[in-house]
């Protein structure tokens, strides 16, 4: 059996504005309809001969939800959605996916994939996918190298060895090396000795957790003692936070892979080239190099209009857009935020995004409409003492049953029926109708209806931050 584990952690910081903290590059359609958390956890449906069990996903808290939902809709749902709840890197991350996977008896092949990678020729991913899972079912802990098309400063390298006995591509990993400067990665690709560090390995459930606990045996036992005192809540496995929190942070190449040259007896390493049009999308040109192009070699979306440009990636997310002589720009354009870059320098985008942190701005950690398990909000104006937001509730979902002590809320219903609990009265009203929610009173929104409940709230108060919710119930786990 071939357990997917799909690693969805990351944040983005370089595909500022588009990408936000609480909803990365991983959540977003950004070179087809599908998001690439969904295209991972479809990237399989070629394999043949080989039994695929439904995903594993590492993620964090802010993030489930919207990950149980995007699985749903391609068919791929999920009861092993394992929420991190601190960031450990990616060796803690997979220890935890091994325990689940074992849990249910077997030791399945476990294949790790982080979710905001591109692969474009999902055949090619296929056929070495095949290779590996052979290699790893004998043992072996297997990493992908990808065949690089030109030097690369921007990722880390891996040194094959000797060729694998009967294998057909297969390569044994002689080391890891850090991101080269410009000349060594342009020696790296003529020597045709080194293969991009894709991030992608497999081998089977028990080898990785024997590898592990030899070589970084703390990290081991926070895995297994961390999901021992789990609690299942709908799709999501919570593992004990105490516990995790006080794990080493280490990754899978540093932790283990490449240890394994010193240490034979718990399994070779071993490397299968990778080439399937891969591409991580790190960065604005790294989406512009993947994404299909005009006449003049620019990159739209949205509501855009160009005149005499060239080699350009323009977005337009909630405006017209118009560029005019421009050439080798990236041009972003979000409800609260617009980035202009060169895109020769547009890894460092991430510098304003460092930059917003230090400063206190929440520009940085989530757009202006907010998902949440119940439906999403946009908060389309504010100012002192008072805020405005559109709210959609989906059918059948409701808020938490809160209260305030800062601010005092109105709704009107623009759409659909909206049930409202105001203190001891539980209303039902219909749209143009409207309801006023004193400060400090308990209240809860909830749509009985089939149709998307939509309605405007207008907020007033000396406070208004998200943080000023005490929760009585809530239907997705939110209470304190």
Known sequence: ??????????????????????????????????????????????LKDV?????????????????????????????????????????PALQL???????????????????????????????????????????????????????ETGYGYIRVGQAVSGAASA????????????????????????????????????????????LKPLIAKAGLDAVAGAKRDADFIRVDKAIFAACPSDSIDYAVMEKLGEHPELGAAIVVPLDAGWNDVGAWDALWDVSKKDAQGNVTRGDVMLHGSEDSLVFAGSRLVAAVGVKGLVVVETPDAVMVADKAHAQDVKAIVTRLKAEGKTLALNHRKVYRPWGWYDSI????????????????????????????????????????TNGDKVLLLSENQSTYIPLGTVHRLANPGKLPLEIIEVQSGSYLGEDDIVRFEDTYGRTA
């Not at 020597?191 to 080898?207: D, P, R, Y």
Request: hydrophobic share 45%; charged share 20%; proline share 6%.
């Open 381 to 420: 104006d504010m100012g002192p003492r008072f805020q405005v937001k559109r709210i959609v509730v989906n059918p059948g979902a409701k808020l938490s049953l809160q209260m305030h002590h800062h601010r005092a809320e109105h709704w009107i219903v623009v759409s659909g029926t909206a049930e409202v």
């Open 1 to 46: 059996m071939l357990q997917p584990v799909i690693l969805s952690g990351g944040s983005g910081s370089r595909l500022w504005p588009l990408s936000r903290e609480q909803y990365p590059k991983q959540l977003l359609p950004l070179t087809a309809d599908e998001t690439p958390l969904q295209i991972t956890a479809t990237r399989l449906n070629g």
């Open 51 to 91: 039994a695929v069990a439904e995903p594993i996903v590492v993620t964090n808290e802010e993030h489930r939800f919207i990950i149980a939902e995007q699985l749903r809709q391609i068919g791929k749902a999920s009861e092993r959605i394992v929420l991190e709840p601190v960031g450990r890197n990616t060796a």
């Open 97 to 151: 996916a091994a325990v689940v996977a074992q849990q249910e008896g077997g030791d399945p092949v476990l294949l790790v994939m982080p979710a905001d990678h591109v692969v474009s020729d999902e055949a090619a991913f296929c056929a070495a996918i095949q290779e590996g899972f052979a290699l790893a079912q004998a043992g072996a802990l297997v990493t992908f190298g990808v065949v690089p098309d030109r030097p």
């Open 171 to 214: 390569k044994q990993l002689a080391a890891f090396v850090e991101k080269p400067n410009a000349a060594k990665a342009a020696e790296y690709v003529a020597s045709g000795e080194f293969l991009w560090n894709s991030g992608i390995f497999m081998m089977k459930a028990s080898v990785w957790q024997a590898a592990l606990l030899a």
